[in-house]
């Protein structure tokens, strides 16, 4: 008697592995942020730089402190890009005046441990004078602008951080003002395209128990992975909270969330100054490990769209995304060194590629894209909120007129529809 046979089940295949990979951006950025896959994350990178000291001593190689600074760089360019992520990726503001921030930070701890103006605080002291600072610029521009979305949002943080370069750089003498000379004629507060030198660090232990003798530069990658981790760390939590909740639901459809009475100025506002004070903290860190503090690139234009590309190549509203986004952006170039002429046209196709083929970035679930509603202002929107609009039913002419009244903008069809 013969009997059908069978199909054997794989058992050596792996899946975990599997259903990994099938979760999709959601699934991946899930279990990218817990935590055990954090916490081996971070102590790989705090012991990456012992690693690298450990093969030099015992080879020819001598690129441990170089690699260590490359790395330092990475971590500080992911912290800007976390910070950027909250205010971008959570709560869909586009905000490109988001270097200035860094700016006004690396100044303001200059200013306080250094004999630009005579003052010299401890370290507490200069934490609290860069929060409060950064704070009051962020509340200064973030009042009147936040009234405004999409790309009018935009251009009022361009230009802001368009003036604040300005102002630093003409800072170094008295300000006049219709004929009027306000502070003596050797008012010197910024430097102007000098910047601020001998720029105080942090008063740091020399070395610590078990380690011995820490470097210098090593001690500021330490303090930027340090920094990094409690920045995921506050994302997280605020990501499942009700904050958290507000902020996604404002990306989604601001005036839904209105209508649900989410109070989304208060949360825009809110999403808007902590990534400020971020962005201030990482440039006091850079300001302390540089020993200095200089107008470019600490406002360059350059840098926000940088910290933006480093955002949407790893994912909008992705953690791991702006991480990864980081480290594409940064260590590439210096590993491609040899191909000086070629080397941003390769990391420059690799970016289109990305785009063209993984439009919300490597680890993202949130695209920019157009949507002709509410006078064509451009809005953050998911790939499902895309498919599921697109199934709704044409706006009818009456329907038409009647929301133009209420909400005083011209409604069209989306592409999609004709």
Not at 61 to 80: D, E, K, N, R, V
Request: aromatic share 12%; net charge neutral.
């Amino acid at each position: 008697m013969s009997s059908a046979s069978v199909p054997v089940r794989d058992t050596n295949s792996s899946p975990a592995t599997k259903q990994f990979w099938d979760s999709g951006p959601a699934g991946w950025n899930k279990t990218l942020t817990s935590p055990r896959v954090m916490i081996p994350f971070f102590l790989v990178a705090f012991a990456t730089p012992l690693v690298l000291q450990y093969v030099e001593d015992n080879s020819s190689w001598i690129g441990a402190q170089y690699w260590t600074l490359i790395l330092a760089t990475c971590a500080m360019y992911a912290c800007l890009a976390v910070a950027l992520n909250l205010v971008v990726g959570y709560a869909g503001l586009l905000n490109l005046g988001f270097i200035a921030f860094f700016g006004i930070g690396s100044y303001a701890y200059a200013l306080v441990a250094s004999d630009q103006i005579h003052q010299r605080y401890p370290l507490w002291a200069a934490v609290l004078v860069v929060v409060v600072v950064t704070l009051a610029f962020a509340l200064l521009v973030g009042v009147p602008a936040l009234r405004l979305r999409g790309d009018y949002l935009a251009i009022v943080t361009l230009g802001f951080g368009l003036i604040m370069r300005d102002l630093i750089l003409d800072l170094d003498r008295p300000p006049v003002l219709a004929g009027h000379q306000f502070g003596p004629d050797t008012l010197n507060i910024t430097g102007g395209t000098n910047g601020i030198h001998q720029v105080q660090p942090f008063n740091l232990p020399a070395s610590l128990p078990l380690l011995g003798p820490v470097p210098h530069y090593r001690m500021y990658y330490w303090i930027f992975v340090g920094f990094l981790a409690l920045c995921i760390y506050c994302m997280i939590r605020w990501r499942n909270s009700r904050t958290g909740r507000a902020w996604v639901a404002i990306r989604e459809d601001e005036l839904a969330a209105r209508a649900m009475g989410v109070n989304t100025f208060k949360y825009r506002l809110l999403a808007f100054s902590v990534s400020a004070v971020m962005a201030g903290i990482v440039g006091m860190i850079n300001a302390a490990q540089i020993f200095n503090a200089f107008p470019s690139p600490n406002f360059d234009v350059q840098t926000t769209v940088m910290v933006f590309i480093m955002v949407i190549l790893g994912g909008l509203g992705s953690i791991p995304g702006a991480i990864l986004g980081a480290i594409a952006f940064t260590v590439p170039p210096f590993i491609l060194q040899q191909f000086v002429f070629y080397k941003y046209l390769i990391i420059s196709v690799v970016l289109i590629a990305v785009m063209i083929f993984r439009p919300e970035g490597l680890l993202g679930t949130v695209s920019i894209r157009p949507r002709k509603t509410m006078g064509g202002t451009l809005e953050l929107i998911t790939a499902e909120a895309a498919v599921e609009a697109s199934e709704l039913p044409a706006v009818s002419d009456a329907e038409a007129a009647d929301l133009e009244a209420t909400a005083g903008a011209i409604v069209e069809d989306p592409e999609w529809k004709s």
